[in-house]
């Protein structure tokens, strides 16, 4: 019976430590998920919901990979070892079969079941459960630190901004006499929007939207009227006793009021969404592509097309230019693209331009753009992109090297015959052995190595033969025969520096054609890389383009320029000091007002009204009309752009009204919009007749007496 005892104490201990450990690790499971939550409602505006399916992931992970499960009654009995002293060491033989113990396993094991009855719990089955709980704890401080500093952020940013981003309904000032009023927006069928209603007269809509207003007045009304842009006035029409409907096509910006009862209601603004066209961005290839000879005639078109409301069609518009002269011939053809359009607002797509399939042969190019059609149908397309093969015929071929200026006339042949060559080995690899093939590709390559360094001398770079310095017939003189004057040190240093060998000063080139010279050197060294390493087919391209650019630079290093000499007309004495001075303006006669520079002045004048009535509460008869003009140009403006330039007509009409009353606000509304329309009005510089000096001043104004 003790026998059972001890080892259900031992069982007892074992289902109790994994009970704590599996409670600390779903605790922590929890805390975690909390956290995270919180994170995702603060940062990105996610429900409390995400609590339960990010506890439940961390449960199951816990779960999984936590080794609870794997704690046994052997663990168990090791740790009371551990932990108790008078225990022995011996706990694991409470464990074991009585049959299977000696005689002194069997005193022992009656001694440690005596002893195991006297202990206490262990504090350390508490350890996981402690440690958890505290986790969970700090954690949840956190969380309820994090929220409620959030909330009070939000309660306290900026008591003025929240007045001011109220929503439209809240600021707006309906008119006495309105008992409802709803507004029905249905937006044209290509954006996909779903028909939506509004309680605010001010609207923004989508361009070509239905807009239909439905008010219900309190009395007995005859008319009920919506003013657009101070210029149309349309009536409602009744549909009940008290009911008033208004369907109308809104295409372009402004405003509107209500007139009701021969009273007119606060300013409202309506906001136009015009359709943007679809953008197209073509991520490769380049603008300018030209595939070198020796290469697989093809280009992967990579390219991302976006619309507001979405893509209906795309294709490739490509024209094919083959020939030269006068017998060049154009072929336009259209590409589709490799993707279905079902209205997408984001497009990614690639497609492979096989010049070959085209027709396409060497010295002809293709040139393309991107057309796109949205579901309004608008157009856009990209801008041109150029694909060319060069002619390999035309590089190969020694026409023009015999006239005009060269400067390079025995090099050209000798890069032509190593691409020659090179060809021709490629063509009998099958028929050669392999040590042949190898030779072969290296003693090209040797002779690509002698031209490079034949035409390096043009750049003055160093031999690779390893000498440095002059040899006694390098074919001019240092003045070494001199000997300096005593105490000259820059004589000295004249007679042993090297003042010639800086390659960027030692040539009579061009900069551009130096660095023409440097990019063939560039190709030629990539050749002779390939040769040496005896793959002649990849050296192909690079021999080809240094080919392209040598007789590139042939063409450009001739130049004509042809004498010209300048014959006047002879003077004759007699019409000197004669001709007519209506024409000219004088210095001295000012400028002519024209109604733009009026207008500017107007404006000018009402900001300095707006700014005096500030202290004297008093608006003088003429400032009357400055306002005037100011109202007018405010007006015009708050067609274009209602949600800028409303509210500072409406406070203009306040001024003028009632201009002692005239709050503080509303002139400095007035004078921000005014200043913008001077800024955007301010004439351009422009060249003027305008002549400085104080002596050809005095001149002008002699002539005009």
Request: without cysteine.
């Given at each position: 019976m003790a026998e059972q005892k001890g080892h259900h104490i031992i069982e007892m201990l074992r289902r109790k430590w994994q009970r704590n450990f599996l409670s600390g690790a779903l605790l922590s499971g929890l805390a975690f998920a909390l956290l995270l939550a919180t994170a995702l409602n603060i940062f990105a505006k996610v429900g409390w919901w995400s609590v339960a399916p990010m506890a439940t992931l961390a449960f199951i992970i816990v779960y999984l990979l936590r080794p609870f499960r794997r704690i046994s009654n052997e663990n168990i009995a090791s740790f009371l070892n551990r932990t108790y002293p008078q225990l022995e060491e011996s706990s694991q033989l409470l464990l074991a079969p009585a049959d299977s113990l000696t005689l002194l396993q069997q005193l022992q094991k009656q001694k440690i079941e005596k002893e195991i009855l006297r202990i206490t719990t262990p504090s350390d089955l508490l350890r996981p459960l402690k440690k958890a709980a505290l986790t969970f704890t700090s954690i949840l401080v956190v969380c309820v630190i994090a929220i409620t500093a959030k909330a009070h952020f939000l309660n306290n940013v900026d008591h003025d901004q929240i007045k001011n981003t109220l929503s439209p309904n809240e600021k707006e000032i309906i008119p006495p006499g309105i008992k409802m009023f709803s507004v029905m927006i249905t937006p044209p069928s290509y954006t996909r929007m779903q028909k939506r209603e509004q309680e605010q007269f001010s609207l923004k809509v989508e361009e070509g939207s239905q807009v239909s207003w439905l008010i219900k007045t309190t009395g007995e009304i005859d008319s009920v009227h919506l003013r657009f842009n101070n210029k149309e006035s349309v009536a409602l029409k009744r549909t009940n006793t008290n009911e008033w409907t208004l369907n109308r096509l809104v295409k372009e910006a402004g405003f509107y009021q209500l007139e009701l009862a021969g009273n007119s209601s606060a300013l409202y603004t309506l906001e136009v969404i015009h359709d943007q066209p679809a953008n197209i961005r073509i991520i490769s290839p380049q603008q300018y592509t030209t595939i070198e000879p020796g290469r697989k005639p093809v280009s992967n078109l990579r390219l991302q097309i976006s619309d507001d409301y979405g893509i209906s069609n795309a294709l490739i518009i490509a024209t094919k230019a083959s020939g030269k002269g006068e017998s060049v011939s154009f072929k336009e053809q259209?590409?589709?693209?490799?993707?279905q359009f079902n209205g997408q607002k984001n497009i990614e797509t690639s497609k492979l331009i096989d010049l070959a399939s085209m027709g396409l042969q060497g010295g002809d190019e293709l040139y393309f753009y991107i057309k796109a059609t949205d579901n309004h149908g608008q157009e856009s397309r990209s801008d041109m992109y150029f694909i060319s093969l060069p002619d390999t015929a035309e590089l190969l071929s020694l026409s023009g090297m015999d006239s005009g200026v060269d400067q390079f006339p025995e090099y050209f042949r000798s890069q032509r015959q190593i691409i020659i060559d090179t060809e021709k080995l490629l063509k009998e690899q099958s028929s050669v052995s392999k040590d042949t093939f190898n030779t072969r590709s290296n003693q090209l390559g040797i002779e690509q190595k002698l031209l490079r360094l034949r035409y390096g001398k043009f750049l003055v770079e160093e031999n690779e033969s390893g000498g440095e310095g002059h040899s006694p017939d390098d074919g001019h003189d240092h003045g070494a025969g001199e000997e300096p004057a005593y105490g000259d040190v820059q004589a000295m240093i004249d007679q042993y520096a090297h003042k010639h060998d800086n390659a960027e000063d030692a040539t009579f080139f061009?900069?551009?054609?130096?660095?023409?010279?440097?990019?063939?050197?560039?190709?030629?060294?990539?050749?002779?890389?390939?040769?040496?390493?005896?793959?002649?087919?990849?050296?192909?391209?690079?021999?080809?383009?240094?080919?392209?650019l040598l007789k590139d630079l042939q063409q450009k290093s001739r130049a004509y320029v042809s004498k010209t000499s300048i014959r006047m007309p002879p003077l004759k004495p007699e019409k000197r000091l004669t001709g007519k001075l209506e024409k000219i303006d004088p210095a001295s006669q000012p400028p002519k007002q024209t109604a733009e520079d009026k207008q500017l002045e107007q404006l000018r004048n009402a900001v300095t009204a707006l700014e005096m009535l500030k202290q004297k509460k008093q608006l003088p008869i003429e400032d009357q009309q400055a306002l005037i003009a100011a109202e007018k140009a405010i007006s015009e403006k708050a067609m274009a752009q209602p949600v800028f330039f409303l509210p500072a007509l409406s406070a203009v009409r306040s001024v003028m009204a009632a201009p002692a009353s005239a709050s503080k606000q509303d002139i400095l509304s007035i004078q921000k919009a005014l200043q913008q329309i001077i800024i955007s009005d301010v004439e351009l510089p422009r060249k003027t007749n305008n002549r400085s000096g104080s002596l050809a001043d005095h001149y002008f104004k002699k002539l005009n007496q």
């Open positions: 259209q590409l589709s693209l490799p993707v061009e900069p551009q054609q130096k660095a023409q010279l440097k990019a063939i050197l560039t190709e030629m060294w990539n050749s002779e890389l390939k040769l040496r390493t005896y793959v002649p087919a990849e050296a192909l391209p690079y021999q080809y383009k240094a080919l392209r």
